[in-house]
Nanobody
Framework: QVRLQESGGRSVQAGDSLRLSCRAP????????MGWFRQAPGKEREFVAG????????QYADSVKGRFTISKDNAKYTVDLQMSKMQPEDTAVYYC????????????????????WGQGTQVTVSS
């Protein structure tokens, strides 16, 4: 298991930008595929974005494609989620997640594919 900690969640207005950061052990960034999920009250946890171990491949949920960008910063030992054009529908607790990946090319999009989860950070978007 690896220790993950999200940060950056706060209240913003619709149309604003916000960056979430997930700090992880160095070995996590080097050997793990990473992802972001979110869960709104009364709803199931859903996939938001994922990045391969190498950082070369990414995948996004249709609801955020073109607005959110996931990236790795190995120097800072972080995986970030840059969000733009925020909408009220983006309101949720956002979770960072990691999964060991030997291939280096996989991007995981399902909850069951990840074994490691952070505590979550709250994002609230007002109209």
């Amino acid at each position: 298991q690896v220790r993950l900690q999200e940060s950056g969640g706060r209240s913003v207005q619709a149309g604003d930008s916000l960056r979430l950061s997930c700090r992880a052990p160095e070995r996590t960034l080097g050997t793990y595929a990473m992802g972001w999920f979110r869960q709104a009250p009364g709803k199931e946890r859903e996939f938001v974005a994922g990045v391969s171990r190498t950082g070369r491949r990414t995948q996004y949920a249709d609801s955020v494609k073109g607005r959110f960008t996931i990236s790795k910063d190995n120097a800072k030992y972080t995986v970030d989620l840059q969000m733009s054009k925020m909408q009220p529908e983006d309101t949720a607790v956002y979770y960072c997640t990691a999964q060991f990946d030997a291939s280096g090319v996989n991007v995981y999009t399902q909850q069951y594919e990840y074994d490691n989860w952070g505590q979550g950070t709250q994002v609230t978007v007002s109209s």
